[in-house]
């Protein structure tokens, strides 16, 4: 079993839609959670990060970690053509101060206009 | 833009071939990683540099792969004796904090590799 699972899609919805993604994990000792953005051909980028459980907002994007199912989302709300991208969550336990974030396969997003 | 620079971009090179990628980070960066991706997953950790010192090295670097920073600015990262299992794409990134406590770390736009 991989450390973290995510479903690569492809994932295709109207422009203004809500769009949930997720991922699991098996390592209980993961406590940083990330979501990064990765547009065709380049680098990814950091959209989101939490620690706790629960929810975290910034403008269209919503962040949420459950630690006791080992289950994080991300929402995006009104999405838009320009949201269209694969998006990668990451984690990291920090433990011995590893600096080692292990990501998921990506779900590629595509936003219809 | 002074962001991540990565040399070459692309390169295609026969099986057996060493190569040698190149990562400029970002000005004053102390904290340097390299992962690499294949296509349809995400990116897998190698390496770590806090400044010139190879921190963290991940079991996925066997001995045909070497990564130096010399002087805590620029690093490269060799593969001797390439083989077709090493076509992916090689991403370089910087910051100034850990990574690992969810601070933002600059990731390049990766140079690719093909091995024929």
């Known amino acids: 079993q991989k450390e973290v699972e995510q479903d690569p899609g492809p994932l295709s919805v109207p422009e203004g839609a809500i769009v949930s993604l997720n991922c699991t994990y098996s390592n209980s000792a993961f406590q940083y959670f990330m979501w990064y953005r990765q547009y065709s051909r380049k680098g990814p980028e950091l959209l989101m990060y939490t620690y706790s459980s629960g929810n975290k907002e910034d403008g269209r994007f919503t962040a949420q970690v459950d630690k006791s199912s080992k289950y994080i989302s991300l929402f995006i709300r009104d999405s838009q053509p320009s949201d269209s991208a694969t998006y990668l969550c990451a984690m990291t336990s920090a433990q011995g101060g590893s600096e080692k974030l292990v990501f998921g396969k990506g779900t590629k997003l595509t936003v219809n206009p | 833009d002074t962001g991540v620079s990565q040399d070459p971009r692309h390169k295609i090179t026969k099986r057996g071939q060493n190569v040698t990628f190149r990562c400029d980070p970002i000005?004053?960066?102390?904290?340097l990683y390299w992962y690499r991706q294949t296509l349809g997953q995400g990116p897998e950790f190698l390496t770590y540099f806090q400044n010139e010192a190879q921190l963290e090295k991940s079991r996925l670097l066997s001995d045909r792969f070497s990564a130096e920073r010399p002087k805590g600015s620029f690093s490269t990262l060799e593969i001797q004796r390439t083989e077709q299992g090493d076509s992916a794409m090689y991403l370089c990134?910087?910051?100034?904090?850990?990574?690992?406590?969810?601070?933002?770390?600059?990731f390049g736009e990766g140079s690719w590799l093909t091995v024929v």
């Open positions: 990134a910087s910051s100034t904090r850990s990574a690992a406590s969810g601070n933002t770390i600059y």
């Open positions: 000005s004053e960066h102390n904290r």
